[in-house]
């Protein structure tokens, strides 16, 4: 699966690079492991599998 897949299937346009919220944490995309998204949280090591429809949205980009 790629991140073509879950665009085009979740209606979703996450792309890699993109920062993002999941359930209140911050992070960034860095992956989508087979059909999730796959979220690298700000001060984490490791990455998490996060579902593309729950609760997870792009973040505020402040200036």
């Known amino acids: 699966m790629s991140a073509a897949y879950v665009r085009s299937t979740y209606g979703v346009d996450f792309k890699r690079g993109d920062r993002v919220t999941v359930n209140g944490r911050p992070g960034l995309v860095v992956s989508f492991p087979s059909q999730y998204v796959g979220v690298r949280f ?3 090591k490791v990455t998490c599998r996060c579902h593309p429809t729950w ?3 792009h973040a505020e980009v402040s200036s």
């Open 42 to 44: 700000d001060g984490e």
């Open 55 to 57: 609760r997870i949205e």
